[in-house]
């Protein structure tokens, strides 16, 4: 089933921040800090693409045209279910109480079925008729990432400061020799 996924608020920080970039990069200068900050949230991006999981403690919103059997939802870890809601046949939209399902969030990805002797309500026949707004992420702080990504992201956040004015293609496409491997550690789910 395909689903819509809308990030409703963003993390507060970066999984590295500047002062550890600059040192990691030995960059003295403070004139390209945006630019740096830019990098690290490229990097940042590429990591959560690649490991297809959000870092750090982030809100997004799941849309689907239906209930499934189990609600799978994308972006481990997951930390909290806020809401579900649903527009039902009469077209009114309701707010599924939470003794109405349960959350499994100890499994990668986290899912959502309905609780013992519940089922789920009937829905509109519409897109997006079912929407989930959840919580996932590590936490909210930087050392709540694992080091290896934050290692990775350090690399490739440096290959994208020395490589911006590249004369080549080769150079601007490829990724530094160890990102990737750094990245596979904490990376769920099968091929791109």
């Known amino acids: 089933m395909k689903y819509g996924l809308v ?20 960059i003295a200068r403070d004139d390209e800090d945006s630019l740096v900050n830019g990098y690290l949230r490229a990097a940042r991006l590429y990591a959560e693409t690649f490991q297809r999981r959000q870092l750090l403690t982030a809100t997004w919103r799941l849309t689907l045209d239906a209930f499934p059997a189990c609600i799978t939802l994308p972006l481990p870890p997951l930390q909290t279910v806020d809401s579900i809601t ?7 939209t309701q707010t599924l109480a939470p003794a109405a399902y349960l959350v499994d969030s100890s499994r990668e990805p986290g899912r959502i079925v309905p609780a013992y002797g519940q ?25 709540d990432v694992p080091e290896t990504t934050r290692q990775a992201i350090k690399l490739l956040a440096g290959h994208y400061y020395e490589n911006r004015e590249s004369a080549t293609a080769q150079s601007l496409s490829d990724i530094p020799l160890g990102v990737e491997s750094l990245l596979s550690v904490e990376r769920w789910g099968g091929a791109l």
Not at 86 to 92: M, P, Q, T
């Open 7 to 26: 990030l409703v608020e963003p993390p507060v920080s970066e999984p590295v921040t500047l002062a550890q970039q600059k040192v990691h990069a030995r």
């Open 86 to 92: 649903y527009v039902d046949a009469d077209g009114a």
């Open 119 to 143: 089922c789920w309500p009937r829905t509109r026949c519409q897109p997006n008729a079912v929407s989930v707004t959840f919580t996932a992420g590590y936490g909210a702080l930087p050392t």
